[in-house]
């Protein structure tokens, strides 16, 4: 049976706290450390091979309260959970409740510079890529808001063979009182 998350946890002598994080071997699939924290105290990794029985509530250890200091402090930063890595068929064997369960994060994964030239070339290809997408909405947006719509830039078609005569009068005789009273037929 495995260990659950908030579990007791109880010493030869007494009781230390209760099951805060469990740490799964990614490779085996099965928890490897229970993490023993509480009362204020730091956690600390507690190996499998130090669990005596496991109940439903309770986890017995086979070593003293005094014993447990022995054991490394969980280091965070050295973990991920199994939402941040995919590791296949590890729901098939591990049964332990909602938390946070832990997985070590590999030393050749952490900070590697590879990691870190790989993303941001994916950034500067992101970039060049969404700069042609993204120009004509920013020079747009950059233009006071005042001056006229200018589309200049964008040509369809064959502009340069409309002639200014097809356009229209130019609009002058329309607006001229002797051309609308000679339209109209009387005087304005």
Known sequence: MQPKLKSKVRCTDREV?????????????????IVVGGNGAAGRQVPMAEVQSVADGLVQLRTASGALAQ??????????TIHEVEIAHLED?????????????????????????????TH???????LPLAFPVLKYLMK????????AWLKVGNVNRIKTDDVGGGGQECLDPESLAGRAGGSV
């Not at 500067?124 to 969404?130: E, F, S, Y």
């Not at 006071?144 to 589309?151: E, V």
Request: hydrophobic share 40%.
């Open 17 to 33: 706290g209760e099951i805060t994080h469990v740490i799964v071997d990614p490779l085996s699939h099965e928890v490897s450390h």
């Open 71 to 80: 054991f490394p402090p969980l280091k965070r930063e050295d973990y991920v």
């Open 93 to 121: 064997h591990l049964h332990v409740e909602s938390g946070e369960v832990l997985v070590p994060l590999p030393t050749l994964e952490r900070n590697v510079p590879r990691r870190t030239f790989f993303m941001n070339l």
């Open 124 to 130: 500067a290809i992101g970039t060049l890529v969404a």
């Open 144 to 151: 006071p808001m005042y001056s006229p719509f200018d589309n």
